[in-house]
């Protein structure tokens, strides 16, 4: 039988952790890797610029997005350019809306900032294919600078500064930074070379780690190399309770301070703060991490659970109408194409990931718009392994109006005749991606370490706890338990849609599903279970349990 150490370093070398020193950093709860902020493209030059703009009192806008990653990056900025010594200029933020003015730059929103006196743009998660926007900004004397994250493309980058670790003559290591990791790595860079040594903007840098580990998690970056450092600091940040906003937040939406894991950021704290956007207006969101005053932090929060329980309510109706047009049709899609009636362009992208999910099947989802009184379709697409959703969309570049995206997610606006088109040019691209291999769409089995249930451990589980923070690029471990003989098995919940039993000797849980499962999991019948390896704490004392994702 092998030791709880062995199982660890076998699923870190078949993660391609093997070096003994890239083990401990991995498992270590102070993790030390991180990169020079100076080895991102312009990154010398960009904190010169804000430098002289902040000493000379210029007024700087940092202009934002309206999902998580954007309000984030946008509260990291300008509490720390309000935090440095010296610095005399105001310093604002503009976040475009999602239903009027879409992502991104644009021409109307660079006058209004013009108008309000800026003089210099930071861009945070965004700007890295505004050519013709930051050209205009330019024409009536505004600087921009470029902070993102995006993938670039050549043709279409603006004149200007741009730090992007995704340019293709970037040297940094770590490629997959969030939008809010750029903007740390900015404070970073201006600590580094204007402000070193000064222990109050070390202290601000250091204060906006949770923001950082926010946004990573909810933009779904791999949660590995540099990133994972961020995360790691940003959690313990969020576990003392550092910031009353955040803190405010986690006792509104029921979660457990002090218990923060990135889980519950990706779908609870993330959630919400991406209400603000999908339903209204983000700067509400923005608002929470800048204001100081608790009363307001109060109606902030609340009104942020008011609308991310509108979104949910809405998305579970949006996603039963998809789910009727669907089963409805004729033929045998291989790329949902849906409009579904009444769609609110804040959650279709949510509303195409659940459809996604549900039917294995690349999804888009409509919505309709209008221009000028031309009718228009904004899409929001969601990938499945192995169909690349904006290489595919390129192929009909024709159609859109816009398009954007990468291989797993992409927005498009088209007009509103071209939908049947589009769905019929869609399916026969996967067609023929299934002709050369007809088990594309297949659902693949979880990728799991085989265990014995002898091995199934407390000191496992509690091994388990250093894998976090887990989440894309860094997946919670799996365990297969094979041909073990079920026991004890209860029915648990209100309605008695949860089961807990023993399998070989290992207390498991299944929850939901008791149903499906129920001639299946019973005393005396052989299973074999895939599932993740937790430590059970009641009344004070910890046990190993096993819970259940898949049944073979």
């Known amino acids: 039988m092998r030791s709880a150490r062995e199982i660890i370093e076998h699923i870190l070398a078949e993660r391609g952790i093997l070096a003994p020193e890239d083990v401990e950093e991995f498992l270590s709860d102070k993790p030390k890797r991180t990169y020079d902020p100076f080895l991102l493209p312009d990154m010398e030059a960009g904190v010169d610029l804000i430098y002289s703009f902040l000493q000379q009192g210029k007024h700087i806008c940092v202009y934002g997005d309206y999902d998580a990653d954007g309000v984030m990056s946008t509260a990291l900025l300008c509490r720390y350019f309000r935090a440095l010594p010296g610095a005399r200029s ?7 809306s999602r239903f009027d003015e879409g992502y991104g730059p644009s021409e109307n929103a660079f006058r209004s900032i013009k108008e309000r006196g800026a003089k210099l743009v930071v861009t945070v ?19 921009v600078l470029v902070t993102d994250h995006h993938d670039c493309a050549p043709e279409r980058m603006p004149d200007c500064l741009i730090i992007n670790p995704r340019r293709a003559d970037s040297a940094y290591p770590q490629r997959g930074l969030s939008g809010c990791g750029v903007a740390f790595k900015v404070a970073q860079a201006m600590k580094q070379r204007h402000y070193e040594g000064v222990s109050s903007v070390a202290a601000a840098l250091n204060a906006s780690l949770d923001l950082t580990a926010i946004a990573t998690i909810t933009d779904v970056m791999p949660l590995a190399d540099e990133n994972r450092t ?38 609870g704290i993330g959630p919400h ?85 549900r039917y294995g099947l ?26 690349d959703v904006i290489t595919m969309l390129k192929k009909h570049g024709e159609l859109f109006l816009k398009l954007g995206g990468h291989a797993m997610a992409a927005g498009f606006t088209m007009p509103a005749e071209r939908d049947e088109t589009l769905r019929a040019l869609l399916n026969a691209d996967v067609e023929a991606l299934l002709a050369e291999n007809p088990q594309l769409l297949d659902r693949k ?14 000191e496992l589980a509690e091994w388990m706890r250093k894998f976090e923070p887990t989440g894309a690029g860094n997946p919670k471990p799996l365990f297969r338990l094979s041909d073990v003989s079920v026991s004890n098995v209860k029915r648990m919940g209100s309605e008695r849609q949860h089961m807990r039993f023993v399998a070989g000797g290992v207390p498991c849980v299944l929850f939901g599903a008791s149903d499906e499962y129920a001639d299946r999991i019973a005393d005396g019948t052989p299973v074999s279970l895939v599932g993740v390896v937790e430590v059970n704490s009641w009344n004070g004392v910890d046990s190993v349990q096993f819970i259940v994702r898949e049944i073979d």
Do not use: W
Request: hydrophobic share 45%; glycine share 8%; aromatic share 4%.
């Open 230 to 267: 961020l995360v790691k600091y940003g959690l313990t940040s969020i576990n003392r309770g550092d910031r009353p906003a955040l803190k405010n937040l986690i006792d509104a939406i029921g979660l457990k301070a002090g218990q923060i894991t990135a889980y519950n950021i990706a779908f």
């Open 90 to 96: 105001e310093i604002s933020y503009y976040i475009p």
């Open 273 to 357: 703060i991406n209400a603000a956007g999908r339903m209204s207006d983000a700067a509400s969101a923005v608002e929470l991490f800048l204001t100081e005053d608790a009363d307001e932090m109060d109606v902030i929060v609340a009104e942020l659970v008011r609308r991310n329980d509108e979104r949910r309510a809405l998305q579970e109706r949006l996603v039963d109408s998809c789910v009727e047009m669907i089963d409805a049709r004729d033929g045998d899609d291989r790329f949902l194409v849906i409009c579904p009636p009444g769609i609110h362009e804040g959650v279709a992208g949510i509303v195409a990931g659940r459809v996604k999910d």
């Open 445 to 458: 089995p979880a990728v799991a370490t085989d265990a014995a249930a002898a091995e199934i451990t407390l």
């Open 125 to 143: 998660d965004c700007g890295s294919v505004s050519k013709s926007e930051v050209a205009y900004a330019q024409s009536i004397g505004l600087t």
């Open 362 to 387: 690349p999804t888009a989802i409509l919505s309709e718009s209008d221009a000028d009184g031309k009718p228009l379709l904004k899409g929001s697409v969601r990938g499945v392994p192995g169909v």
